[in-house]
């Protein structure tokens, strides 16, 4: 798989943030024993760090975790914190440093993402004692909830099998960080797969795209969910926010649609207005007509899911190695791209073909199937078939 560098320097754009206070934010980019895909990993965590900023959030309400410093706004300081990352820090931070920065009226918001084994987050590797259960995780957020009154908690977990910290084992309580009043999105479900994309995740990728354009949690959820169905494979996003643990809808969704980040009054998200892919032989022309929003677009890419293709078999992986070539600009033609891919559609049979764009600060447009009009709406995508 080819790994851009997802813009993680630039200026902020700066928003209102709902409410009067803004409450207080971890960030833990976790890592496995190999740091396999730790690039995307970073990618990931240093873009919702540039959007909670930009949601009004100070550095001072933003608590972030990484093995390496990460210096996200390019000033040469290190944004993430200077302390070992393992369990007992990430502990600290939920019950002793969010303490005082949430209440009733300042909500708390925890986004977590690594590999991700069933019933584990891997914070400094995934072996006992390097990593956090769901059962651990309930326990500090009870804390935090009995200790400062917070009434509005949202987790969101970007891992393969992070479906594991929602789904409850039997009808009782444990093995689950779903209550009532908070809000708990995974990235799939408890037993598949999440996959990593060109630079980051295709949940994350579109979920916090959407949360910086003003959408609320229910309406990124489903945003997320459609971005990771257009690629075709079985990952399974799940929501709940009626603490019954269980990913059920209409049943879920209530408490995250009332929730949001940021709200700007206009989009800001560059979008795909077409895309085309024209074959000769077993060469392609891959075109895309792509309309910035508030900041220039950095680049513009296709994934290309051959005939051939099938999820890795095994234990979880967030890497699909699919084809991955990116468009550049077209001279004198503003806000077109295109590049030849020659050799590329040498198989017989069906081939999904799927556009991205990406602005300088890291924010995505919709994807969109080959051929298609931008989805205005938030369906689920279906992948476009070319022969």
């Not at 290190?78 to 939920?94: C, E, M």
């Not at 799939?188 to 959408?215: E, H, I, R, V, W």
């Not at 929003?293 to 051959?306: H, K, N």
């Amino acid at each position: 798989m080819q790994v851009f560098a997802a813009g993680n320097m630039g200026e902020q754009t700066v928003t209102t943030p709902v409410g009067n206070s803004p409450g207080a934010v971890i960030i833990i980019a976790g890592h496995n024993e190999t740091y396999g895909l730790q690039t995307n990993i970073y990618n990931s965590t240093n873009r919702a760090y540039r959007i909670f900023k930009s949601a009004g959030f100070s550095d001072e309400d933003i608590y972030y975790l990484a093995p390496v410093a990460q210096d996200v706004d390019g000033d040469g300081t290190p944004d993430s914190r200077n302390v070992s990352l393992n369990p007992t820090a990430v502990q600290q931070a939920i019950t002793v440093w969010a303490k005082d920065k949430v209440g009733p009226d300042k909500p708390f918001f925890l986004y977590m993402m690594d590999h991700g084994l069933a019933n584990k987050f891997c914070v400094n590797g995934c072996a006992d004692g390097l990593s956090v259960t769901p059962d651990q995780l309930n326990s500090w957020l009870n804390t935090l909830e009995a200790e400062t009154g917070v009434t509005e908690v949202t987790v969101v977990y970007e891992a393969c099998v992070s479906g594991s910290f929602i789904q409850r084992e039997g009808n009782g309580l444990a093995g689950s960080i779903s209550k009532l009043g908070r809000v708990i999105i995974t990235s799939t479900g408890y037993d598949n797969n999440a996959y990593a994309s060109a630079q980051g995740a295709y949940f994350s990728d579109a979920f916090f795209s959407c949360l910086a354009d003003s959408g609320n949690l229910e309406e990124c959820f489903i945003e997320g969910k459609n971005a990771v169905s257009v690629t075709g494979v079985n990952q399974t996003p799940m929501l709940d926010d009626n603490g019954d643990g269980i990913y059920d809808s209409p049943g879920d969704g209530l408490a995250a649609r009332e929730r949001y980040v940021t709200r700007f009054f206009s989009s800001v998200r560059p979008t795909i207005q077409a895309s085309n892919v024209v074959i000769t032989g077993t060469s392609g022309l891959l075109s895309a007509t792509v309309q910035e929003g508030a900041e220039v677009v950095e680049r513009v890419w296709a994934v290309i899911f051959r005939p051939s293709f099938t999820e890795p078999p095994g234990d979880p992986t967030l890497n699909l190695n699919v084809p991955v070539v990116e468009l550049k600009p077209i001279p004198n033609q503003a806000g077109r791209f295109e590049i030849s891919y020659p050799g590329g559609f040498q198989e017989q049979g069906e081939y999904r073909v799927i556009f991205y764009a990406q602005d300088r600060l890291g924010i995505n447009a919709k994807p969109l199937r080959q051929g298609d009009a931008p989805d205005m709406g938030h369906g689920i995508f279906l992948p476009m078939v070319v022969r």
